[in-house]
T-cell receptor
């Protein structure tokens, strides 16, 4: 199956710093990438949808200036959490989808802890 | 009403039991449906797609009823390794994907 990688897998940072998370589709071109956040024992919450070369579409309640998404190529999307606060601590998961399939392929996730 | 609703769980069953999960969705324009499995602190992984004609993969059977906007997953002969959270997933037009809150399954020896 298709492979999606995320980096880093785990990050601990101080409050006020910015953290960048990368999501890569390794063996296919992802026309659409999704960013999700998951709190403990909760379901995945879609944060934003990004299509290569265009601005991301953010879900209601997600601050676009705080969660910067860049989808510069068909294999790479980045999520930058700006001025991180402890309440941003969560599990962030990306997924990628090619135009040929309905299935989404998930990255392994990034666990962010903000002190 | 939530766009995708699942049985609250958790389900605690002995090995060998048959267990069924239900899911309902509110948007009749929903286009495709899936069951994903998520292990603790891991990313979700596709278990199976769900078709109107029903589909089976080994011990797993998925059913879709578009008229009732209802999806089900049946697991026969449960194994310890089936313990996980099962997510009902609905794709809408415009590539929007909605995840259910998940149902936790614990299979005990």
């Amino acid at each position: 199956g298709a492979v999606v990688s995320q980096h880093p897998s785990r990050v601990i940072c101080k409050s006020g710093t910015s953290v960048k998370i990368e999501c890569r589709s390794l063996d296919f071109q992802a026309t659409t990438m999704f960013w999700y956040r998951q709190f403990p024992k909760k379901s995945l919450m879609l944060m934003a949808t990004s299509n290569e070369g265009s601005k991301a579409t953010y879900e209601q309640g997600v601050e676009k200036d705080k969660f910067l998404i860049n989808h510069a190529s068909l294999t790479l999307s980045t999520l930058t959490v700006t001025s991180a606060h402890p309440e941003d601590s969560s599990f962030y998961i990306c997924s990628a989808r090619s135009g040929d399939y309905n299935e989404q392929f998930f990255g392994p996730g990034t666990r962010l802890t903000v002190l | 009403r939530k766009e995708v609703e699942q049985d609250p769980g958790p389900f605690n069953v002995p090995e060998g039991a048959t267990v069924a999960f239900n899911c309902t969705y509110s948007n009749s324009a929903s286009q495709s449906f899936f069951w994903y499995r998520q292990d603790c602190r891991k990313e979700p992984k596709l278990l199976m797609s769900v078709y109107s004609s029903g589909n089976e993969d080994g011990r797993f059977t998925a059913q879709l009823n578009r008229a009732s906007q209802y999806i089900s997953l049946l697991i026969r002969d449960s194994k310890l390794s089936d313990s996980a959270t099962y997510l009902c997933v609905v794709n809408m037009a415009g590539f929007k994907t909605i995840f259910g809150a998940g149902t936790r399954l614990f299979v005990k020896a």
